[in-house]
């Protein structure tokens, strides 16, 4: 399954070094983890016992187109707000997104939420955004429950032409915000179910992917786990998921096609969104997006 060259040269005095291997015909799924079995045969170097065999844990790096939706971050925005049926209620909910913007300089710069149920009130509102009157363009906050959490500039302000991985947790009884897995705000607002029956991405973002929102409240550790990968789409908790990656999948089939002509939810749901005349699916110049994002 993998290929190593059987005599490798470590530098003097250098406890770890990097080791060239190339796999054949491996294919990852979307869940689970895989590892390679080495074991230090001999050589010039003493071989401490007991410390000859290890695992080497692999980590799928994903390169991939990634929405662009302006490059003035002021495009319109995208929504259905008849995904689900008016009495639709989840009793926990997180939601996901990966945004990178060039400048942070405009307030109420929208980045994606949820549309209400008929005749329902500000509590059931989620909206996030960058910047508001009372905090600086390059904050983050979250307005749900009448009211909302803004979080503070030392805990994260973010910087231009970085990608950020932003998840918002209800638990039924408080929130959280997390940023690149680091949990940097919580608070408890309002307690029971959010009705919602539709969702909606901001025209400010700029660059954005992987929007996803589940029905449960996410786990730090899921979170963490999950920053900058892709998630199992076929997860029954997985209400939508937004790849925007310029590619289709059929949830029957699992097949997936090259296909820009909307935004694809690959959850078993299938809400698709449209896609304005004014968003696109950028390559990177031909390079893709990497993540991990590279130093």
Same mark, same amino acid.
């Given at each position: 399954?993998?290929?190593?060259?059987?005599k490798?040269?470590?530098?003097p005095?250098?406890?770890?070094?990097?080791?060239?291997?190339?796999l054949k015909?491996?294919? =990852?799924?979307?869940?689970?983890?895989?590892?390679?079995?080495?074991?230090?045969?001999?050589?010039?170097? &003493?071989? /401490?016992?007991?410390?000859? +065999?290890?695992?080497?844990?692999?980590? *799928?790096?994903?390169?991939?187109?990634?929405? @662009? /939706?302006?490059?003035?971050?002021?495009?319109?925005?995208? +929504?259905? #707000?008849?995904?689900f049926? &008016?009495? =639709?209620?989840? #009793?926990? %909910?997180?939601?996901?997104?990966?945004v990178?913007?060039?400048?942070? $300089?405009?307030?109420?710069?929208?980045?994606?939420?949820?549309?209400?149920?008929?005749?329902?009130?500000?509590? !059931?509102?989620?909206?996030?955004?960058?910047? !508001?009157?009372?905090?600086?363009?390059? *904050?983050?906050?979250?307005?749900?429950?009448?009211?909302?959490?803004?979080?503070?500039?030392?805990? =994260?302000?973010?910087?231009?032409d970085? %990608?950020?991985?932003?998840?918002?947790?209800? #638990?039924? *009884? $408080? &929130?959280?915000?997390?940023?690149?897995?680091?949990?940097?705000?919580?608070?408890?607002?309002?307690?029971?179910?959010?009705?919602?029956?539709?969702? %909606? /991405?901001?025209?400010?973002?700029?660059?954005?992917?992987?929007?996803? =929102?589940?029905?449960?409240? @996410?786990?730090?550790?899921? /979170?963490a786990?999950?920053? %900058?990968?892709?998630?199992n789409?076929?997860? !029954?908790?997985?209400?939508?998921?937004?790849?925007?990656?310029?590619? $289709?999948? !059929?949830?029957?089939?699992?097949?997936?096609?090259?296909?820009?002509?909307?935004?694809?939810?690959w959850?078993?749901?299938?809400?698709?969104?449209?896609?304005?005349?004014?968003?696109?699916?950028?390559d990177?110049?031909?390079?893709?997006?990497?993540?991990?994002?590279?130093?």
């Amino acid at each position: 399954m993998y290929e190593i060259s059987q005599k490798i040269t470590f530098m003097p005095l250098y406890a770890m070094m990097d080791v060239p291997i190339s796999l054949k015909n491996v294919k =990852f799924s979307l869940e689970g983890n895989y590892a390679l079995p080495i074991r230090i045969t001999g050589g010039d170097v &003493n071989v /401490i016992r007991g410390q000859e +065999e290890t695992l080497l844990v692999l980590e *799928q790096r994903v390169n991939t187109k990634a929405l @662009r /939706i302006s490059t003035s971050g002021s495009g319109s925005g995208s +929504e259905d #707000d008849k995904m689900f049926p &008016n009495d =639709f209620k989840v #009793d926990q %909910w997180t939601m996901e997104v990966m945004v990178n913007r060039a400048s942070y $300089k405009s307030n109420n710069r929208s980045i994606c939420g949820t549309k209400l149920v008929a005749n329902a009130g500000p509590m !059931d509102e989620i909206y996030t955004r960058f910047g !508001d009157v009372t905090i600086n363009p390059n *904050q983050l906050q979250i307005k749900t429950g009448s009211s909302q959490i803004d979080v503070p500039a030392d805990k =994260f302000s973010a910087q231009p032409d970085t %990608w950020y991985m932003l998840a918002f947790v209800y #638990d039924g *009884q $408080k &929130n959280y915000v997390y940023v690149n897995g680091v949990l940097v705000a919580d608070r408890e607002i309002r307690t029971g179910p959010y009705g919602l029956i539709g969702f %909606w /991405i901001g025209g400010s973002n700029e660059l954005i992917r992987e929007v996803r =929102f589940w029905k449960t409240a @996410r786990t730090s550790q899921e /979170i963490a786990s999950n920053i %900058w990968k892709m998630v199992n789409p076929d997860d !029954d908790n997985l209400l939508l998921y937004y790849p925007l990656n310029g590619k $289709k999948r !059929d949830s029957a089939t699992g097949e997936i096609t090259e296909d820009e002509t909307l935004l694809w939810d690959w959850s078993k749901n299938g809400k698709n969104l449209p896609k304005p005349s004014s968003y696109s699916f950028d390559d990177n110049k031909g390079n893709g997006f990497i993540f991990p994002p590279q130093e």
